[in-house]
């Protein structure tokens, strides 16, 4: 055998790991190869010096840091368990609070933004001014005007309509200008406007006309100032509130000699604004025309009407 | 009664959360484990940190030991894995508590009493043990890790191989190698 080949199995023949034969292959060849011999003496020296190294004993301290560990370490994981249960629960908590926090968030923001479109159209329209004017015009307490603007539907309707009936002398059609009759005296009928019975409103061309509407925001009728506002809101639509209230303001500055009542508001697309509007005459408000405002580019123009509104 | 059984009862008893029966367990191993971190780490302070881990380690996850291999096998396993570890991410070295001390260029084993020998022929002893143990540290590591497992600790082939994972023939190519390098080393240093 090799040298090379004894060489790599001198552990193996050390640690008696090899077979017989081979054990005795390697004995022999050592015997007789200084080299080799050299190399086993060497390899058998270093292990056996290595093996009878000292063991160091553990210091006794240890016993005590250990049963310190050990100690800490069933606290750890019974700490562990016990917060383990109440996590599931304090993720369930979690969840609840973060739902209700968003609720309150909601009506929070919505009771803001009603406060908000509340007093919007006032502050828009000047409303705010002619009020001062009516306190001071009428015997009424300021209070209850204060609380007429205030209040929502038909009760803010109302007061504004007496404050503007004993108020002879002050322009009243900025008063209520989405979709409620006005208070103040009865238009003259125009002559000329036909009569159209209410059966037939459905079979207007303005309906038909709407049938090509991608968008059909509709506004239901007799609304007041907050509901037609918050319809819109409701609706999505709250970048078109404000092309609501601007329109609406040159519709009363165009209409305001007529009795009217604006049905509703529909979008066709970005930047223009339909308003089905009726117009009343004579006593007990009764229907005399349907016509149509469309607002385009800060403009209205009104389609469908007669040629002797003058519109 | 042999001692594998008393080995188990002592195990399934620890499983079931005998704080006694987990303590005589690895008391049974505590002295070599430490001395094994001792020539992994060289230095006394990381090689009881090493075994605290360790036993916290086997403590935490003695229900995943399934008794295929015997238990302080699979002790020194543990502790072998947490001194690699160790040692990669802190490769620094506390030579105050060190078990060897440097002296200049030259680093020296620490007295450790021995009364068997004749005083000259324990210092002769001792220095060579001192040479050869400063040339183990410059053996790469999986070769210093052969020669403290098999020629220090005198671990058979077998449970060399359950310690490192690897087979008998891994084991006995490494061990091979190892100590020729060694000698090779201690060989250059003469």
């Known amino acids: ?311 | 009664m042999s001692a594998d059984f008393i080995e188990k009862q002592l195990i399934k008893k620890a499983k079931n959360g005998d704080e006694n029966s987990f303590e005589s367990l690895i008391l049974s191993c505590q002295g070599r484990a430490f001395n094994i971190a001792l020539r992994y780490l060289r230095n006394e302070e990381d090689a009881l940190d090493a075994l605290q881990e360790s036993f916290i380690k086997i403590y935490r996850n003695l229900n995943t030991f399934k008794e295929d291999s015997k238990f302080d096998t699979w002790v020194y396993r543990i502790v072998v894995n947490t001194c690699n570890d160790m040692i990669r991410k802190n490769n620094r070295r506390k030579n105050t508590d060190s078990i060897y001390r440097n002296d200049g260029e030259k680093e020296t084993v620490l007295e450790i009493p021995d009364v068997s020998d004749a005083p000259e022929e324990v210092y002769d002893k001792k220095e060579k043990q001192d040479h050869i143990l400063s040339c183990l540290e410059k053996l790469n590591p999986g070769q210093k890790e052969i020669i403290i497992l098999r020629d220090i600790q005198g671990f058979t082939y077998e449970e060399i191989s359950e310690i490192l994972e690897c087979s008998i023939g891994t084991v006995k190519s490494k061990i091979n190698r190892s100590r020729l390098k060694l000698r090779e080393t201690l060989l250059e240093q003469n």
């Open chain 1, 1 to 311: 055998m090799k040298c090379n080949k004894i060489r790599k199995m001198l552990s193996l023949y050390i640690d008696k790991m090899l077979d017989d034969n081979l054990q005795k292959e390697v004995e022999e060849h050592i015997s007789a190869c200084n080299l080799c011999k050299k190399r086993y003496d060497d390899i058998k020296d270093m292990t056996t010096l290595l093996n009878e190294a000292e063991m160091v004993p553990v210091p006794e301290s240890f016993e005590f840091r250990m049963k310190k560990a050990l100690q800490q370490e069933r606290a750890k994981i019974s700490g562990e368990k016990n917060i383990a249960v109440p996590a599931k629960k304090n993720n369930k908590l979690r969840m609840l609070t973060s739902i209700a926090a968003i609720f309150a968030v909601g009506v929070i923001s919505f009771g803001l933004y009603q406060d908000i479109i509340g007093d919007l159209p006032d502050q828009l329209d000047g409303v705010t001014d002619q009020l001062s004017q009516d306190r001071a015009l009428t015997d009424q307490p300021e209070s209850d005007l204060y609380k007429s603007n205030k209040n929502e539907g038909d009760k803010e309707i109302e007061n504004l309509e007496n404050s503007a009936g004993v108020a002879d002398d002050v322009p009243e059609q900025r008063m209520n200008i989405y979709g409620n009759t006005k208070s103040a005296e009865p238009e003259k009928p125009e002559s000329g406007i036909a009569h159209i019975p209410e059966d037939d409103i459905s079979d207007s061309g303005i309906d038909e006309g709407n049938d090509g509407y991608s968008e059909d925001y509709s506004i239901k009728m007799k609304m007041s100032t907050d509901e037609f506002s918050r319809a819109l809101t409701t609706s999505g639509v709250e970048r078109n509130v404000a092309a609501v209230q601007y329109y609406t303001g040159i519709i009363e500055e165009r209409l305001g000699d007529f009795k009217y009542e604006i049905l509703n508001a529909d979008f066709i697309q970005a930047g223009e604004c339909r308003f089905r509007i009726y117009i009343f005459s004579g006593k007990g408000y009764k229907f005399k025309e349907e016509i149509l405002a469309v607002g385009k580019d800060g403009e209205i123009e009104f389609i469908y009407t007669n040629e002797l509104m003058g519109l």
